[in-house]
């Protein structure tokens, strides 16, 4: 007998089987979709790129909506995906949400690294790049201060950014954002020092190819490919349903190599080592002590999350010393919880009152 979940998915798959074989007009429209999608509309709300070092882009999103939030907002994404996903297409687009309620918003794009870059340290990225990405909004706003949201891997970089530099944040939104590496997950077990040599991946690859990266991501859920395809097939008949399947999937194959050194010190002190939660990390010879975050905290987490399971992000709250922290379980996945098609109705509001309330 097998579980009831187990059931319902191959009671779909069979009627999923049925309906090929019955409708062979719906059948060639599905092929040419799976083969060859049109490249999506995505990352279409207007911005300039003010500032520009290597191949990272620091961009200032243009807002038709008159702004009474004097402190920004800077969006950090992962470093191994686009950053588009906080900006997927009009109408499911956390970017386009947060400018509609009068907030100053910046992101940062990192670019698709080359081979030249793949001595770019761990280091560089946290008091290199996005110091220098920080300043240059605090600049350009005259704030003294802004909002710093991390997402997935981008968001372990802004908590050991705020440990470092906590009198630069107001508000440190963290996105399903990793900390204790150490968490019973898949991703901590297959990164272990016991089951992956990072020194001889490193040094045979340079940089970490996206292509196994997203191997391993497959993996944690080797049926996904075929569940993405019985579920463009159920939306074949909405068009909106379609496109914002296709968007999202193509979001999901647009990967980003991780720049080897960087790469070498995120698994060793993070996934191995878990340095990170115990404040034994170090950035340029200063140690990252989670106790020094001050600012207003916001962590969120998703109960189906199997890349950042939600208590490798909330033992955050329990090592700051923030005095307002406040962490929020939302239902769906890594991915969904931010980009899905509940994320307006749940995250966005939550995320965009909370800032309300501490962006005067």
């Known amino acids: 007998m097998y579980p009831a979940p187990f059931n319902t ?17 719906r059948m060639f429209a599905w092929w040419r979709l799976i083969l060859d999608p049109k490249p999506p509309v995505a990352a279409a709300t207007p911005a300039d790129v003010v500032y520009q070092e290597n191949k990272l882009q620091l961009l200032r999103y243009r807002s038709q909506t008159l702004s009474n939030r004097p402190v920004p907002i800077l ?16 109408g499911r687009s956390l970017v386009e949400y947060l400018l509609g309620r009068g907030f100053d918003v910046w992101i940062i794009d990192w670019g698709i690294p080359s081979d030249e870059d793949r001595l770019d340290t761990f280091d560089k990225y946290i008091n290199g790049y996005l110091a220098r990405s920080v300043q240059k909004v605090l600049d350009l706003t005259g704030q003294e201060q802004l909002s710093l949201l991390g997402y997935c891997i981008g968001g372990t970089f802004t908590a050991i ?35 992956f040599p990072i020194d001889v991946v490193v040094d045979a690859f340079g940089n970490m190819p996206k292509w196994l990266m997203q191997t391993s991501f497959q993996w944690l859920r080797p049926t996904n490919d075929l569940a993405q395809a019985v579920n463009l097939w159920e939306r074949l008949d909405d068009p909106k349903k379609t496109d914002d399947f296709l968007t999202l999937r193509s979001w999901l194959n647009d990967n980003i190599d991780f720049p080897g050194e960087a790469y070498r010190k995120y698994i060793r002190d993070c996934y191995q080592d878990n340095l990170l939660v115990q404040n034994r990390m170090q950035i340029d010879g200063d140690t990252v002590d989670l106790g020094r975050i001050t600012a207003n905290l916001l962590t969120v987490s998703a109960t189906q999350d199997h890349i950042c399971p939600p208590r490798s992000a909330a033992v955050l709250n329990d090592l700051v010393s923030s005095q307002d922290k406040q962490v929020l379980t939302l239902a769906g996945g890594h991915i969904g919880v931010v980009a899905g098609s509940g994320a307006s109705k749940g995250l966005w509001v939550k995320l965009g009152d909370w800032l309300a309330q501490r962006s005067g």
């Open 9 to 25: 998915w191959t009671t779909a798959y069979d009627q999923w089987a049925h309906d090929l074989t019955q409708n062979q007009e």
């Open 75 to 90: 969006m950090v994404p992962s470093i191994i995906n686009k950053y588009y996903i906080l900006d997927l297409k009009p």
């Open 161 to 195: 950014y705020a440990a470092l530099h906590d009198h630069q944040i107001r508000n440190l939104i963290q996105l399903a954002a990793p900390i204790n590496f150490h968490d019973d997950g898949i991703l901590s077990a297959w990164a272990s020092k016991e089951a």
